[in-house]
């Protein structure tokens, strides 16, 4: 059975850090890729990242790149996202997500429960 | 960026009846399009891949279809279990991005 189980949000100041993790279980991780999406209070889903099965590629949306890095360690079955410079726009409830099937990129099929990411002075 | 937009932004239907959910998109897709349910504090969940392709366990009252850029979801026979929102997203081009929504209520 396939879970995957985010951890590592919380309350952080504007301009502040944060890392976020998801441990996954039921699939073999190093063959998928992975995903971040987030959604803010009341609004609609946003992707914010990906990455390969290796971890070799790796795709941001422009708001985030050069602040947030997605990474895996597939030695661990986890999936991580260094969040940096965070503004109040990126408070959200931040979802990790995997692809569905190992041979296309993009479709959600299994999602964890998310975590809490609030920036507020 | 290819943009969708999901019409209408609220559907109200009585239960039993059926609900038609649409998606049109900025730019060429393909088919390459799934749909999302989700519910009141909990994750989405995949219904539809490949525009018209069910995802495991979704009954087949759940249907989708494509015509160009334009995308429909077709819930037929409405449930309780049904009443939630519904999301398209794209995933032909990175950014993969959604629609802002179609919220489907109990009439």
């Known amino acids: 059975q396939v879970q995957l189980v985010e951890s590592g949000g919380g309350v952080v100041q504007p301009g502040g850090s944060l890392e976020l993790s998801c441990a996954v279980s039921?699939?073999?991780?190093?063959?998928?890729?992975m995903h971040w999406v987030r959604q803010a209070p009341g609004k609609g889903l946003e992707w914010v990242a990906f990455?390969?099965?290796?971890?070799?590629?790796?795709y941001y949306i422009a708001s985030v790149k050069g602040r947030f890095t997605i990474s895996r360690d597939n030695s661990k079955n986890t999936l991580n996202l260094q969040m940096s410079s965070l503004s109040p726009e990126d408070t959200a409830v931040y979802y990790c997500?995997?692809?569905?099937?190992?041979?296309?990129?993009?479709?959600?099929?299994?999602w964890g429960q998310g975590t809490l990411v609030t920036v507020t002075s | 960026e290819i943009v969708l937009t999901q019409s209408p932004a609220t559907l109200s239907v009585s239960p039993g009846e059926s609900a038609t959910l649409s998606c049109r998109a900025s730019q060429a897709v393909g088919s390459n399009l799934a749909w999302y349910q989700q519910k009141p504090g909990q994750a989405p969940r995949l219904l539809i891949h490949?525009?018209?392709t069910r995802a495991t366990g979704v009954p087949t009252r759940i249907g989708g279809s494509a015509s160009g850029t334009d995308f429909t979801l077709i819930i037929n026979s409405l449930q309780s279990e049904d009443f939630a929102i519904y999301y398209c997203?794209?995933?032909?081009?990175?950014?993969?991005?959604f629609g802002q929504g179609t919220k489907l209520e109990i009439k």
């Open positions: 997500a995997k692809d569905r099937i190992t041979t296309v990129r993009g479709v959600a099929g299994s």
């Open positions: 039921g699939f073999r991780f190093s063959d998928y890729g």
């Open positions: 997203q794209q995933y032909n081009t990175w950014p993969y991005t």
């Open positions: 490949a525009a018209s």
């Open positions: 990455i390969g099965y290796n971890g070799a590629t790796t």
